[in-house]
């Protein structure tokens, strides 16, 4: 089937782009972003998953007001015909100039939740080393993805208020990815559990800050022995001036965490990188998106990439200002930080996930 990607010139396989040259069911292209204050008075956060060997997209729009109140929005459709439309329901995803801008909305719906928003790219993009591994003899993973650092504008409606985003005052990351993923849909039958092995006795971090006109996007998988599993990563510059890309090649840890609970709270990390340069941040929690509210991890028994009928939505509003709620709902949070370097202060989230046993922190 054609679609309108086949228009350009970009090829690589002997075939259209309505199907990927894998048959795998875990095959999955990714799109989040994430934007904020640097008060804690709003985080949204939206993305949306393509199945195409599975004939599904999902999506999701989740707000956080004042650590008071998070908005949740997730949708599902039929991925065909509309292959080459990348929107569910109300919630949709423009790119508008590559790199530069793209625009994501979600319209009247019955969640008391909605926004028009600007992704405006200020960083030359972070290119990850890809991420492959095996289990039982089969692929689990074989992804690659990029992330961008920049600043947002529009407007945001959450129970009955509207707020207006600003590129003065807010900040925004976003990151695109694509290929085999573990973790998607229901599990297969009859076969081993390839996930369940690979994601024990580990902390996952992800983050990416912006200190002025330098931006880091960092993605460490470290094991409960402290063996590092993976280390991929940028120190990045505005994209007004020259494309400098300083890959990280090394990263010390000292997080805090809460009483009781596995919740990220402040941290410090030492970067190294492969000019010799290091960088000494220490970071602390200003708010948090629960990315449950969007699906990762699952929630309600529906995980990402879920068949959910020609199309499916569903929303609820969190108390986030009981802790208990902060723990149940726990699981990959975008941790909005505040980051020192030196004298200098910047903005940026964490994305801190222990599965125990990780002795280091205590668990």
């Not at 086949?6 to 075939?15: A, P």
């Not at 292959?83 to 969640?111: C, F, Q, T, W």
């Not at 300083?246 to 000019?275: A, F, N, W």
Request: some cysteine.
């Amino acid at each position: 089937m054609l679609t309108k990607f086949d228009e350009f010139t970009c090829h690589q396989v002997v075939s259209t782009f309505d199907h990927p040259e894998s048959s795998d069911r875990a095959w999955t292209e990714k799109l989040w972003c994430n934007i904020h204050d640097s008060k804690g008075g709003l985080v949204l956060a939206t993305g949306f998953g393509i199945y195409p060997n599975r004939n599904v997209m999902d999506g999701f729009g989740c707000v956080n007001v004042g650590n008071r109140t998070q908005y949740n929005f997730r949708a599902s459709r039929e991925l065909r015909p509309a292959i080459d439309e990348i929107k569910v329901g109300p919630l949709s995803y423009d790119v508008i100039e590559p790199y530069k801008k793209i625009r994501i909305a979600l319209g009247e719906n019955k969640y008391d939740l909605g926004f028009e928003i600007e992704f405006l790219g200020k960083f030359h993009p972070s290119e990850e080393e890809p991420q492959y591994g095996r289990s039982y003899g089969r692929i689990y993973v074989n992804t690659c993805r990029y992330a961008q650092l920049g600043r947002a504008r529009g407007w945001v409606k959450a129970g009955g208020k509207k707020f207006d985003i600003s590129e003065d005052t807010f900040y925004g990351q976003r990151d695109h990815s694509w290929g085999i993923r573990m973790g998607v849909g229901a599990a297969e039958q009859g076969v081993q559990s390839l996930d369940i092995d690979n994601f024990l006795g580990m902390m996952i971090n992800w983050l990416t800050f912006q200190i002025g006109d330098t931006g880091f996007c960092l993605y460490l998988i470290e094991k409960a022995d402290g063996k590092i599993q993976r280390l991929t990563g940028h120190v990045t510059r505005p994209m007004d001036g020259e494309r400098v890309m300083v890959g990280i090649t090394g990263v010390e840890h000292r997080y805090k965490y809460y009483d009781g609970s596995m919740r990220m709270q402040s941290g410090e990390v030492t970067i190294k990188c492969e000019d010799g340069s290091v960088y000494d941040l220490s970071m602390k929690e200003i708010t948090t998106m629960y990315l449950r509210g969007g699906n990762y991890i699952g929630y309600k028994d529906v995980r990402h990439g879920m068949w959910m009928g020609r199309y499916w939505e569903d929303g609820e509003a969190w108390n986030i200002e009981d802790d208990r709620i902060k723990n149940e709902m726990h699981g990959l949070d975008d941790t909005v930080v505040e980051v020192r370097m030196g004298k200098q202060i910047g903005y940026g989230i964490v994305e801190n996930l222990i599965l125990p046993p990780f002795p280091k922190y205590g668990y």
